[in-house]
């Protein structure tokens, strides 16, 4: 198919490199350099989708990242991707997208309907209708909306692409690769500061590429490739085009997503598809531009009714026309370019000028070249439903409330000016508030909160000449600031038509008896009567008109919108615009992939993983992993056909029976260590440690302020100033912290210094009636005895050769030991336990027997040590200290806490002695009880008691110390189970714990 | 993100850090005998100010040294960190 709308010759696109590419399933062919829009005008297609509401048909309104129609869903090497802009996609070969939004083609869509029936679908139409019933909700109302609205589908499947994070730091930040971006980074680079200059678009220049302007007798786009090769060539520069700064963050952070491969047919080996910067810049200059802004008139959404400026860029880098018949309306001259543009590659336009007598320079070379300009003159409506065929104009009054006889002039595309934006959103993420300039009737940057300036139009400075020195000033200046440098480089000369003023009129009038839909935001298709309404109905604040009716809030977030809401809410207000405000801007300025955030961060990478030295043996010998913190830990070990539940009750039985061996590196562990330490010790613990004798190990509870318990675990006493502390594995890195705050912030007068050393010992607690049997074995010179090494001793020996450190503590209430050796010989000592241990039946056990281990002997745990229950709660009284002060202390003495009925640890048991009970089942008095049925207590470890053969669970119940006994029913309504129980001592072995002591 | 002067460090991220509470609030002392309500105070009663604010941020990807942090509620502005012991008026 011919690409009847391109013009030959014109424009930067390569005409060698003819590229193919699908739209709704039909080939055509552009060029290389195109984006998906350009192509697809080019080709004469001008219908791409559907508006969101009324399912009106789109085309296309500008060339960038302002626009709010051509959405399109992508199809790119297998994956999709929604809500892409076609106006910045670039065409690769091979491209597919499709239309969004519409059903069941682009041509015929079913939704259209709602354009027809569109009172019915007002300002608050969703809030009004879709309120009640409310149990409408959740089954009609929220399915209905979804199908209804949004645009494109994600992805179901995984994505396969990488994205990559990056920090950088800099001088100076650029945004943007205009005049003001071009001359601020070059003066600043000259000048020695590190800098990144970040252009959003493929080609560098902005403004420049289709500007007439000169500079330092060249052209303006010969001026920007001449600064951007040098600036390609210095060491302390980087320039990255296809890279959008979206968000300025506190403290000079911003992000900017640079998109590597998007415009690619497939991502290149070892490079990402996007790469997501995070940039700490010292200076930033704000060079974002300014957007165009449209004129509101009837039926201004239909296609074919494109930016002025949009029009002009794809006529002058894409060689592309809009249309062939265009009509120009504007209210000031940077239309004329446009018209001259136009006029130049033999295409006649008609121009309407909403001014009645303006004079300038650009205006006077159109009249010379023929071009039919009428002044004081307004397009009322477009006409035609996919495309512009017709427009309605007349003469308009000087106070623009008069209209003349309605003429109809035939077009094909309306090129629309109202005036310009500055580009703001990155100077207001800052924190800097705005201030309404009058004399172009937008908002632009108050005084800079962050070290940061706004340069060029993104400032409200139109002007080149005026532009190009504050630029190329301001990079002097801060690079002076920064490098200390003083090399000043000369401002080139410039030269571009002077303009006349633009006219403040922004909105045509409904002739009389004409009901023509007026947008303001195209994407949502908000309405002027939609404002009118929401304002009718009381909405005052601007921020509340944009929720009530949507103004401003779709993907393109109303970068041509928001001005003209703001407009239209002050002129029926009779306020002035900076009175009635802006709504927030805020990041990201455009959208950003998911992905591109998420970066590497993803799966296994979510976080780090962290193994034991004994890890491989563990793999070797079929153990299943389950993630304790970041910890991997064996599970049980898998032999033959066992499940989870077979597999840890055969381990746990062996343990009761024989002997195990189970892996407790990913214990925290911390030397404690100076003069002080016992003292320390003694404040952090609630029982007392002043007299624990060097070679022993004691049990600790420590609190929090609060008196919650914090941690648990054994401490050893290993010389005179120097502790080995334990920890629970899931509270080690918080326990670190809490004693640095202590000895730094509290107490700094104590001398004692805390450091982690988790990571230096690998620990194997080998427990078992068999135990003392194995370890004679494996320490031949050693004294194990009863009387020797006694329950928690603590002794220094080696193994095989290799230092090791021997505690007597048990987690599993039998006689057991812990040996320590460092990290390196953690695989050594795990093989020669199992080795030295096979005539003792030895068998390894995950943390499922563990678990069943040390909940059937009533040793709290995680589970009971939840960051809600006190020492009491989980009967650890009898170690709180009646003589000492601890952290902690003083809360334990709280009415809540000293409660009669206060809640406690108790064993539970299923009178069946068959049923499971579910952790987190509560407990209640009567099963049949009318809701709320009210909780005593809940259900916080289930096992399977291998002693007594059947179930067993701890809870924590509402005064249990006199509950034993007691029959009470365990309730899930999770897992839809009542189950009658009896309440028993949570000690449901070896209550006097004589076994550990044996 | 924040960019936080550690006293020791220098600047760094604030991903490094980790944020500690009011740096005024005081500890009653061992063995001191309070009443619940100074008791209740120090525990869970913190001042939420509008503007500057000391407060404590811990350097755990660091140094692992507490410090002060004097810091805009607002704005974010950071206008000095100090060691433990040295004292921001
Ligand atoms: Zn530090």
């Known amino acids: 198919m011919s690409q009847e709308y391109r013009l030959d010759k014109v424009g930067l696109v390569n005409r060698d490199k003819k590229i193919s590419f699908k739209f709704n399933g039909k080939k055509y062919f552009g060029y290389e350099g ?57 065409l690769f070969e091979g491209l597919e997208a499709k239309s969004v939004n519409c059903w069941p083609s682009v041509n015929f869509d079913i939704g259209a309907i709602n354009n027809f029936l569109n009172i019915f679908l007002p300002a608050g139409f969703y809030y009004k209708t879709f309120m009640w019933p409310r149990s409408f909700w959740y089954r009609i109302y929220e399915p209905f909306i979804r199908k209804a609205a949004g645009f494109g589908s994600a992805s179901k499947k995984h994505d396969k692409e990488r994205y990559e994070h990056k920090y950088e730091y800099c001088d100076l930040l650029v945004t943007g ?105 010292k200076e930033v200059a704000i060079s974002s531009g300014s957007i165009e802004r449209p004129i509101v008139f009837g039926n201004n959404d239909t296609p074919g ?132 300039d009058e004399k172009i009737d937008a908002f632009i940057p108050g005084k800079s909160k962050q070290n940061e300036t706004t340069l060029g139009s993104a400032n409200g400075v139109f002007n080149l000449e005026d532009t190009l020195k504050t630029s190329f000033e301001a990079g002097y200046e801060i690079s002076k600031k920064i490098t200390k440098n003083d ?62 009716t949507t103004l401003g809030m779709a993907t393109d977030q109303g970068k041509t919108s928001n001005l003209n809401g703001l407009q239209l809410v002050s002129s029926i207000e009779n306020k002035v615009v900076p009175s009635v405000g ?55 070990y898998k032999r033959g056909n066992e499940n989870l539940f077979l597999a840890s009750k055969r381990e746990a039985e062996n343990v009761r029976k024989n002997v195990g061996v189970c892996d407790v590196t990913t214990l925290g562990k911390i030397d404690v260590k100076g003069p002080d330490a016992a003292e320390f010790l003694n404040r952090v613990y609630t029982n007392a440690w002043l007299k624990l004798p060097i070679g022993k190990a004691r049990y600790g509870v420590m609190l929090r302020e609060d008196g919650i318990v914090m941690d648990d675990g054994t401490t050893t006493r290993i010389s005179e100033n120097h502790y080995h502390m334990t920890t629970t594995t899931a509270q080690a890195a918080n326990v670190l912290s809490h004693l640095e705050y202590y000895l730094q912030v509290v107490w700094p007068k104590l001398n004692v210094n805390v450091v982690s050393t988790t990571e230096q010992w690998a620990g194997a607690a080998i427990a078992g009636p068999k135990s003392r049997l194995l370890m004679q074995k494996l320490f031949k010179d050693l004294d194990v005895s009863n009387e020797s090494l006694p329950f928690m001793g603590y002794v220094e020996s080696n193994l095989s050769g290799v230092p090791a450190r021997i505690f007597r503590i048990s987690f599993s209430g039998e006689l057991a030991y812990e040996v320590n050796v460092e990290s390196d010989n953690g695989n050594f000592m795990w093989e020669k336990i199992m080795e030295a241990g096979q005539e003792f039946q030895i068998q390894p056990y995950g943390t499922e027997a563990l678990s069943t281990l040390r909940i059937e002997m009533g040793h709290v745990a995680g589970s009971e040590l939840d960051g ?17 002060d601890f952290i902690g202390k003083r809360s334990l003495i709280r009415k809540a806490f000293t409660a009669k009925d206060r809640q406690r640890v108790v064993g539970v048991v299923p009178l069946d002695k068959k049923t499971s009970i579910p952790e987190g089942s509560h407990l209640v008095k009567d099963a049949k009880a009318k809701l709320p049925n009210p909780k005593l207590g809940h259900i916080s470890a289930s096992c399977w008691s291998v002693e007594h053969n059947n179930p067993f669970s701890l809870a924590i119940l509402k005064d249990g110390k006199n509950m034993i006994g007691q029959k009470l029913f365990a309730m899930s309504p999770l897992k839809n189970k009542t189950i009658p129980v009896e309440i028993v001592s949570s000690h449901y072995v070896d209550p006097k714990g004589e076994r550990v002591r044996s | ?57 811990h350097h755990i990807s ?28």
């Not at chain 1, 000079?252 to 996007?274: A, C, G, W, Y």
């Not at chain 1, 229950?869 to 200290?881: A, E, K, Q």
């Not at chain 2, 140094?63 to 008026?89: G, L, S």
């Open chain 1, 34 to 90: 195109d984006t998906l829009a350009s192509a697809l005008i080019a080709n004469g297609v001008h219908l791409v989708g559907r508006s969101f509401k009324y399912h009106r048909p789109r085309g296309f309104f500008g060339a960038g990242v302002d626009e709010p129609y051509a959405i399109v869903q992508l199809y790119r090497n297998g994956e999709t991707d929604p809500n892409c802009r076609a106006t910045e996609q670039e």
């Open chain 1, 487 to 548: 090399n000043k480089i000369s401002i080139p000369q410039s030269y571009e038509k002077k303009q006349s003023k633009h006219d403040k009129f922004w909105c045509v009038p409904l002739p009389k008896n004409k009901k023509y839909k007026r947008f303001l935001d195209f994407q949502n298709d908000v309405s002027v009567t939609d404002i009118e309404l929401a304002l009718r109905e009381g909405y005052r604040s601007i921020e509340h008109v944009k929720r009530y």
């Open chain 1, 177 to 281: 690769s205009g005049p003001s971006g071009l001359a601020s980074a070059y003066s600043a680079a000259k000048n020695g500061a590190k800098v990144i200059l970040a252009e959003d678009k493929p080609r560098f220049g902005g403004s420049l590429l289709t500007s007439e302007a000169n500079i330092g007798n060249q052209s303006g786009k010969e001026w920007a490739e001449k600064i951007i090769s040098e600036l390609q060539e210095m060491p302390n520069v980087t320039v990255k085009n296809r890279s959008q700064v979206f968000g300025y963050y506190d403290h000079n952070m911003l992000v900017m997503s640079e998109r590597i491969s998007d415009h690619l047919p497939e991502t290149k080996k070892f490079t990402p598809k996007q790469r997501l910067w995070y940039i700490r810049a």
């Open chain 2, 1 to 57: 993100m924040l960019y936080i002067k550690c006293p020791y460090c220098g600047m760094r991220s604030q991903n490094e850090f980790a944020y500690g509470g009011d740096a005024n609030v005081k500890r009653p002392e061992l063995n001191e005998e309070v009443s619940d309500k100074i008791w209740d105070e120090f525990v869970y009663l913190r001042k939420s100010p509008r503007g500057k604010h000391i407060e404590l941020w």
């Open chain 2, 62 to 89: 660091g140094c692992r040294q507490w410090f002060k942090v004097q810091r805009d509620t607002t704005t974010h502005e950071i206008f000095r960190t100090a060691a433990i012991n040295e004292d921001i008026k």
């Open chain 1, 582 to 636: 802006h709504t927030t801007f805020r990041p990201p300025y455009t959208p950003v992939c998911i992905g591109a955030i998420v970066g590497r961060e993803i799966g296994k990478h979510s976080k780090p993983t962290r193994k034991s030295p004994m890890h491989s043996w563990h793999e070797k010998n079929n153990a299943v992993f389950v993630d304790a913190g970041v910890w991997l830990r064996p599970r049980y």
């Open chain 1, 868 to 884: 809600r229950t006190i020492p009491y709660d989980n009967g650890l009284d009898g170690l709180v200290s009646k003589k000492k």
């Open chain 1, 305 to 436: 009714v494109v930016l002025s400026s949009a029009a002009k860029e794809y006529l002058k880098v894409y060689g592309v026309l809009v249309g062939k018949k265009p009509l120009i309306f504007t209210n000031n001259d940077s239309a004329y370019e446009t018209a001259i543009e136009f006029k130049k590659n033999g295409i006649t336009p008609v121009v309407l000028d909403s001014r009645s007598n303006p004079d300038s320079e650009i205006i006077s070379e159109a009249v010379s070249m023929d071009i039919d300009i009428r002044f004081s003159h307004v397009v009322v409506a477009a006409k035609g439903y996919k495309k512009v065929k017709k427009a309605e104009i007349t003469k308009i009054s000087e106070d623009k409330n008069e209209l003349g006889k309605i003429e109809n002039i035939n077009c094909d595309c309306i090129c629309v000016s109202g005036f310009w934006t500055p580009t703001i959103h990155l100077s207001s993420q800052s924190g800097n508030k705005t201030k309404f």
